[in-house]
Nanobody
Framework: VQLQASGGGVVQAGGSLRLSCAASGGFFNNYGMGWFRQAPEKEREFVCAISRSGSYRYCTEFVTGRFTISRDSAKNTVYLQMNSLKPEDTAVYYC???????????????????WGQGTLVTVSS
């Protein structure tokens, strides 16, 4: 499975961005999808995940109420809508895919088999 993330950029605090991650080379509905991020000099951390069917979603408490994850099976794409952005959201954002037998969300980085190249989000104050 190949993942191509896009949509990053520079935005002012309080602004919005929508990240996209296009998947190819596999059956999209076999995979739970997730977004992770890595800020400068910090370890990569979990942001949001969505189950294979899209019925279940989970986001870390730091972005709950501001970020929303969604997926479009017709387009083999997962999205991360980011609103009310803060300077501390500045990071490289990665999408990832985890092959799952059930319809569950995955928050652990080690459970994800495939990773995109990352897209940089910079939030200015």
């Amino acid at each position: 499975v190949q993942l191509q993330a896009s949509g990053g950029g520079v935005v002012q605090a309080g602004g919005s961005l929508r990240l996209s991650c296009a998947a190819s080379g596999g059956f999209f509905n076999n995979y739970g999808m997730g977004w992770f991020r890595q800020a400068p000099e910090k370890e990569r951390e979990f942001v949001c995940a969505i189950s294979r069917s899209g019925s279940y979603r989970y986001c870390t408490e730091f972005v709950t109420g501001r970020f929303t994850i969604s997926r479009d099976s017709a387009k083999n794409t997962v999205y991360l809508q980011m609103n009310s952005l803060k300077p501390e959201d500045t990071a490289v954002y990665y999408c990832a895919a985890a092959r799952t037998d059930g319809d569950a969300v995955r928050a652990r980085e080690g459970l994800y088999e495939y990773w995109g190249q990352g897209t940089l989000v910079t939030v200015s104050s």
